[in-house]
């Protein structure tokens, strides 16, 4: 998943309402991330009382993909928290390389092309996965190649084997995928989704960051452009009810005197003040600033509309980006 500090290329109008506590025909999941940090075990607290899952972004690959660098200290803090909110907690593994700010191709193919690379890494994500008592994991590797697609399909075998061996055979796991707009897209980017929605029991499309510091201003992930990777996700052989929709909470500033260009969404709100401007075809905010600054954002009411969208499209759920920058919304309760 996108990291705030890292420049990344990273519903349905159900036949029934959540009501009070219980669900009924159409509902959607939520999974809500976090990473550790001095705010995370509230954030994780106030969450889990609404989402299905908490995504704990807290494992990454050493720079030479033959281990799992050291973990941050406060995992189990936040799985344990997870839980006594309602919500299961899943570790996620990525190729995020504090040495680049960036995710990392190399390591990511260092990693899949070596099969003693695999099953360690496998084997080493499984046991920490159990040692802070989460409930499975998910496998975030991103800006990979189109050489990776088969070592990605096999890490996923060993991670699922491994985690089953130490946490169940019910564990959970599941994967977070870069958005593309068509088939060819999600294969050059190392996604065999067909081989992959055959092994994992969710599949995360990241339908954010369209549009980011790396780019021109414009959308974080406007609802025309997130109907394309839907539907390419799901030509490319994903089934509907093992997607999970990428929700954006947090927004990004282009323009002069923009030094760090990821806001929060009430950082967004605060700069953009009465020059803020919804857009119902985009589901998401934007504001041209007095200074030529130009700002787009995605908050609560866009977290509403693709919650909307999911049911629409009869996807499993959504997945919101992160509770560092944005809480999750509260007027919809979980459904398990």
Same mark, same amino acid.
């Given at each position: 998943m996108q990291r705030r500090s890292a420049v990344v290329t990273a519903g349905v109008l159900a036949a029934g309402l959540v009501l009070g506590g219980g669900a009924t025909a159409g509902a959607v999941t939520t999974e809500a991330y976090i990473g550790p940090g001095p705010h995370a075990v509230s954030r994780v607290a106030d969450a889990?009382?609404?989402?299905?899952?908490i995504g704990v972004d807290g494992v990454t690959l050493r720079d030479d993909g033959k281990a799992l660098a050291a973990a941050p200290d406060g995992l189990a803090r936040l799985a344990r928290t997870a839980h006594a909110a309602g919500a299961r907690s899943e570790l996620l593994v990525s190729n995020f390389s504090e040495t680049l700010g960036d995710f990392s191709p190399e390591t990511g193919t260092a990693l899949l092309a070596d099969a003693t690379n695999r099953d360690r890494v496998a084997r080493a994500l499984a046991r920490t996965a159990q040692r802070d008592g989460f409930d499975g994991v998910q496998i975030d590797l991103e800006s990979l190649r189109e050489q990776d697609r088969p070592g990605l399909v096999a890490f996923i075998d060993a991670v699922r084997a491994a985690v089953r061996e130490r946490l169940g055979p019910s564990a959970r796991t599941s994967i977070a995928?870069?958005?593309?707009? *068509? /088939? @060819?897209?999600?294969?050059?980017?190392?996604?065999d989704l067909r081989e992959i929605a055959r092994r994992v029991d969710r599949v995360v499309l990241m339908t954010y960051d369209q549009h980011g510091p790396w780019s021109g201003p414009g959308t974080i992930g406007?609802?025309?452009?997130?109907?394309?990777?839907?539907?390419?996700a799901q030509s490319a052989g994903v089934p509907r009810g093992h997607i999970d929709l990428g929700v954006a909470g947090y927004g990004y500033v282009w323009g002069p005197g923009a030094v760090d260009r990821s806001l929060t969404v009430a950082h967004a709100?605060?700069?953009?003040? *009465? /020059? @803020?401007?919804w857009s119902a075809r985009n589901g998401e905010w934007s504001a041209t600033l007095a200074d030529g600054r130009e700002l787009h954002w995605s908050d609560?009411?866009?977290y509403r509309v693709r919650q909307d969208l999911a049911r629409k499209l009869s996807l499993h759920g959504v997945a919101m980006?992160?509770?560092d920058s944005m809480p999750l919304?509260?007027?919809r309760p979980r459904n398990r």
């Open positions: 889990g009382q609404r989402a299905t899952t995928v870069m958005a593309s707009t *068509d /088939r @060819a897209g999600y294969r050059d980017t190392g996604y406007a609802l025309p452009w997130t109907r394309q990777v839907v539907r390419a709100a605060r700069l953009a003040g *009465d /020059r @803020a401007r609560a009411r866009s980006w992160s509770l919304p509260k007027d």
